[in-house]
């Protein structure tokens, strides 16, 4: 199954772990710096918020690589299971007769959205460093038009109002006592192989 090339026990790897974290901080910081000072906290956020972005985009980088070359990109991508999965969670039918997975649908859906709107963030975020002067390059600004650079902004700002409900959401259910198996498998490796199947 999904774990042909883990070892038994481990749902998640070290690599995949520590990928996690570091962007789950680089995460948190980045919409931190970016939303204290519009509720009026005001303090020197730009360096902070660019950098951050710059890690984040290092550490996407590495996890597709994994994701494409080491773990099996199949695991995440949704399915017609998936589909039929959440339409009978919906309609509070039993899901137990379905294909086994180590992602549910929710996990897969979530995934998708977070995989989208970072992606959308990452790609705004480094051509938006044409945009600010550092000790390694000068702004210019001139090399997009304004009518551009417009779009490349509200992408921008609007993906990251959609990350911030993503997140509130996905530390919502990781913090429930129903899924502390998860949370233990995040930080320490061993947990349950699958989240559709058998979990208990
Ligand atoms: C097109 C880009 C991406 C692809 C192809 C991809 C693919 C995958 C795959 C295949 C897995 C399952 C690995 C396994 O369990 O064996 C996974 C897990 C995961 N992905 Fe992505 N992903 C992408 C983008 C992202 C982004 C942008 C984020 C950040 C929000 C992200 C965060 C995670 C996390 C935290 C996990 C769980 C860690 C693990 O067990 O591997 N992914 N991804
Ligand atoms: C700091 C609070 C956080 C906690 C407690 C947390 C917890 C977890 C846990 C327990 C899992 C593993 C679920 C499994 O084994 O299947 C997971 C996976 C994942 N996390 Fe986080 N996480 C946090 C922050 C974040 C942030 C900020 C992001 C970025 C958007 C993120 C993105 C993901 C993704 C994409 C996955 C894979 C899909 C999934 O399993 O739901 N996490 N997280």
Known sequence: MSE??????????????????VMAAAVIVLLATA????????????????????????????????????NRLADMVPGPTDLREAGRVVLGRPT?????????????????????????????????????????WRRDPAVLSDATWGYIYVIHGAASLVLLFLVILHIYFAILPEHRAF????????GPGLARGDKH
Do not use: C
Not at 35 to 54: D, K, Q
């Open 35 to 70: 939303l204290l000072p519009i509720l009026g906290i005001r303090f020197g956020w730009v360096p902070i918020h660019w950098t951050t972005g710059v890690v984040l985009s290092a550490a996407v980088l590495f996890h597709i690589f994994r994701a494409v070359f080491v």
């Open 183 to 190: 949370l233990r498998a995040m930080i320490a490796g061993r």
């Open 96 to 136: 137990n007769d379905l294909r086994p997975a180590k992602y549910d649908a929710f996990q897969k859906g979530f995934h998708t959205a977070a995989a989208v709107t970072v992606l959308a963030l990452v790609a705004t975020g480094l051509t938006m460093l044409y945009k600010i002067d550092t000790s390694f």
């Open 4 to 21: 042909r090339n883990a070892q038994p026990g481990i749902r998640h790897k070290l690599a995949e772990r520590l990928f996690h974290w």
